[in-house]
Every structure is written in C-alpha cells, then in structure tokens.
C-alpha cells in the first residue's frame, strides 16, 4: 500500500470526515456513504457505489486517494460449532481468527499480534515466538473478513483471544476498538468487546485514559501461585500475581462490571485442592467471573487435560468458596481452534 493512501479500517467516522472534508466537496456525505459501504456492507469496490460512480473522475480519485486492505482469506475450516480462518497479510505472515456461533449471535476472536513473546506453556501461538504487531487494519480487518465469510447472521461479540498478547499492540488495539464501536463504523457496543490478557501491570493502568467506557477485560491467571505461574506462564516471573492484583484493584470498573478471569486447567499441573483454595483466597478482592477451561490438546508437549470428574470437582471446590464460575464448553477444539490452539494451522 502506498504510503500516500488513506487507510479507511484504521480509522473512526470522524478521521474519515475530515480527511474527506479536506478533499472533497461534499466531505461529510461522502463520508457517511464510505463508512456505510465498507463498514456495514463490506463493500470496497469504489466503482459500484452509486452516490461515487455518477461522476467516473470521482470514482478514480477515490480509488486512488483511499486503501482498504483488510488481507487475504486463503482457507476456512469449520466443524458446524465453530469456523476458522487464515488471513494472510501484506508481508506474508499469516493469522487465524475464528467464529463461534451462538443462539442468536456469532461471537468473533480476532488476533493482536503474528506470534507472542510470552511463550506460555499451553499455548501453541506461543511456540511462535514473537514476530510482530498487527496494524489497526489487519486487526480490524478480521471482523471485515468475518462478516463476508458469515454472510447470514449477526456478530455481536469480539473478543481478543486469538494470537498474541492485545496489552503489548496497545495502541493499535484501542484504535481498532474504537472503529469496533463507532456507531458509523461497525457500531459493537464496547461492553460486547473483551480484550483477554495474560496480565500487563503498566498497560492495564493505562487503558481507562485511552477507552471510556471500556471495554470488557478478561485475564489469563491459569494459576494462584506465583510458582506455579511462573513455571507455566514466564510473564509473572516479571509481573508477579502481586503487581498483577494491584493493578487489577486499582482500575474504576464500573458498578455493574465484573473482571473475567480464565483459567486453563491442566493435569497435575494446577487442578489441586490447594490450588483452588490459593485462587479462591485471590478472587475475594474482585467482583470476578471465573472462566475455567479445560486444556485443550495441542502439540506443547507433557501437558494433559484432567478428566471430567476433576473438572468438576476442582469447579466445586471454587463455587463452596464463592467463586462465580463457568465451566467452558469445548468449541472448536477439534479444528485446533480453541483456546490455546491458535498458530499451527491445520485444517482437519
């Protein structure tokens, strides 16, 4: 993409006001006809939209003036409860999303970065190792792709589960909220976006100055113990679960708003009686849901899922100490698309 053109996914209703202001005539209109075409009706296709094409000079100059680079879908695969896809992007790195669909909505998980640097043990995006930020475009460009591929239905939830770590792409992750939430753009309220992390002290402090209302945050604890997370996620051998409850307290969450926490269960690993009292004990301070998943099988090796009875025992343990959970129903895990999954694509 020249670097003379207008990214139009990158950008909020009113950046695209003014840039076209400054252009054309009619800014404001042609404006609100651009956001209705590309935002709502996935539509890049200059030439075909009516209010452009009366005049062909206008047509050439917007297509010459604007870029709208969402990236490449070259495979999809879906197993009827959820559906995946690859992008491929400018530079020819790949990412996976995927769509799950629910009762009466598809809920989206987008990617925030090619690969991760935290190398979390149960996490095969994590193998990667870290190989760049997404742009606002390439991650904007997943809902783009989504509605295209979804054709029937409505995506009414975005969350950012997929590849990477969203609080190390911060500021492109919150500009790509807001064209999320523009009511002129793809109008998803913020409380139906939530950006999952593994715990960033000094970025989770710096969200509510650059997103109000924000939006949902879900954090990956996967352990209560400080040696145990650090054994399997290596970020709280920097951030340790002190720092990370500090800063978790210190955010103005609204009345009415819980913090999600997920927690990956996995044999022998964190799914002992003494691990459910230790996060019981972390979770009083917080108006919390626990999310609490199973490990899903992946090529990180020496790690298993524990049976159904320990499932259920290890949730029962947390509901006797007042802990809200939900247990999590397996989707997508039999396309390598479920949590933890994301980054080795196989389509099965």
Not at 8 to 36: P, Q
Not at 216 to 228: E, I, K, M, R
Request: include cysteine; glycine fraction near 6%.
């Amino acid at each position: 993409m020249p670097a003379s053109k207008f990214p139009v996914l990158e950008n909020c209703f009113d950046d695209i006001t003014r840039h076209m202001t400054k252009t054309y005539s009619r800014g404001k209109f042609h404006a609100a006809v651009l956001c209705r075409e590309v935002f709502a009706r996935q539509n890049a296709d200059i030439d075909k939209i009516p209010e452009f094409n009366h005049s062909g000079s206008l047509a050439v100059r917007l297509a010459a003036d604007i870029a709208i680079n969402p990236g490449q879908v070259i495979a999809t695969v879906s197993d009827g409860k959820a559906t995946k896809f690859l992008t491929s992007l400018g530079d020819g790195n790949e990412i996976e999303s995927v769509l799950v669909p629910m009762k009466t909505y598809t809920t989206l998980c987008i990617s925030s970065q090619v690969g991760c640097r935290w190398g979390c043990v149960f996490c095969e995006t994590g193998k990667k190792g870290f190989i760049r930020n997404l742009t606002v475009e390439e991650i904007v460009g997943q809902l783009y792709n989504a509605r295209l591929i979804l054709k029937k239905g409505q995506i009414k939830n975005i969350v950012f589960m997929g590849m990477g770590e969203p609080l190390d792409n911060t500021e492109n992750v919150v500009q790509a909220i807001k064209v999320f939430s523009d009511q002129h753009c793809f109008n998803i309220a913020r409380k139906n976006i939530t950006v999952s992390t593994v715990g960033i002290p000094h970025q989770l402090a710096r969200m509510p100055g650059m997103l109000s209302p924000l939006p949902n945050l879900a954090v990956s604890l996967n352990a209560a113990f400080d040696s145990t997370r650090s054994r399997i996620m290596p970020v709280n051998r920097k951030y340790g679960l002190c720092a990370l409850r500090d800063a978790l307290l210190s955010l103005p969450l609204p009345k009415k708003r819980v913090i999600f926490f997920e927690y990956v269960l996995m044999q022998n690993l964190n799914d002992a009686y003494a691990d459910a009292q230790q996060l019981v004990q972390f979770l009083t301070p917080f108006r919390a849901r626990l999310n609490l998943i199973p490990y899903n099988e992946n090529s990180c090796a020496g790690i298993q899922c524990p049976d159904d009875q320990t499932l259920i025992q290890f949730r029962d343990w947390l509901v006797a100490g007042g802990v809200f959970v939900r247990k999590r129903t397996a989707r997508g895990d039999t396309l390598a698309a479920g949590c933890g999954q994301l980054g080795n694509w196989k389509p099965i």
